[in-house]
């Protein structure tokens, strides 16, 4: 496709329950970023790859959250033990490179219950 | 306080008024982007700018960076530009820019 693709859209957890979110970037960006947006808020960065590098993870809120680019190119979210506090939109995005215009999908909506 | 602040937070325009929505930051940056988001969660790039002045058909954005805002214009507004305008900053230099956000404004026009 054209554009960044994320699945599923949407996703109902259970508490306690490991999920794993998908990232399909435009072919041949190089940087992926995941972001985590709560209800009301602005998006806040999670973790950021550089092909298959993981070069910025600063931003996961936990050890239960683990990331994952293993090709360069489809990467994946994924959160062990799921709590209500994880309850968010998670939004990729993709880049062609250093400093230029961000792509986003149209990120996968997480409910834990 | 937050390193992005938006103003205002919510927006309620009649078709046709022009409309300002400013962001101001308090770090460095190496680029400030607006972006739109639609109820449902998509996020399209309006602008990417490190200086001056962009537009692209009746959207207008500026920079200033001495003073650290920047403004989005929105000209002869209509009912589709409900959404909402988000600012972000990037801050990389070395490797991409992961983007830092404002908390959004939500505008609304009205026929």
């Known amino acids: 496709g054209a554009g960044v693709s994320q699945s599923p859209r949407y996703k109902v957890a259970k508490r306690g329950q490991d999920v794993a979110l998908r990232c399909d970037p435009i072919?041949?960006?190089?940087?992926l970023f995941w972001y985590q947006q709560a209800l009301g808020q602005g998006p806040e960065f999670l973790t950021y790859?550089?092909?298959?590098?993981?070069?910025?993870k600063s931003g996961l809120p936990s050890d239960r959250f683990f990331a994952e680019r293993p090709e360069g190119s489809v990467s994946t979210l994924k959160i062990q033990r799921t709590q209500q506090e994880d309850s968010a939109v998670y939004l990729c995005?993709?880049?062609?490179?250093?400093?230029?215009?961000?792509?986003f999908g149209q990120g996968t909506r997480l409910t834990v219950v | 306080k937050n390193e992005v602040e938006q103003s205002p937070q919510n927006l309620t325009a009649q078709e046709g008024e022009f409309i300002t929505i400013n962001c101001s930051y308090s770090?460095?940056?190496?680029?400030l982007h607006w972006l739109q988001q639609h109820p449902g969660g998509g996020i399209v790039s309006l602008f990417m700018?490190?200086?001056g002045k962009k537009k692209h058909g009746r959207l207008i954005a500026t920079i200033n960076i001495q003073e650290k805002h920047s403004s989005l214009h929105i000209t002869a507004s209509h009912p589709r530009d409900s959404a909402v305008y988000i600012c972000?900053?990037?801050?990389?230099?070395?490797?991409?820019?992961?983007?830092?956000f404002g908390t959004g404004t939500r505008l609304q026009v009205t026929l």
């Open positions: 072919s041949g960006h190089v940087s």
């Open positions: 770090v460095g940056i190496s680029a």
């Open positions: 995005a993709s880049s062609p490179g250093r400093n230029t215009e961000a792509f």
């Open positions: 790859f550089q092909n298959e590098a993981q070069l910025d």
């Open positions: 972000a900053v990037g801050r990389g230099t070395g490797t991409a820019s992961k983007l830092t």
């Open positions: 700018l490190s200086s």
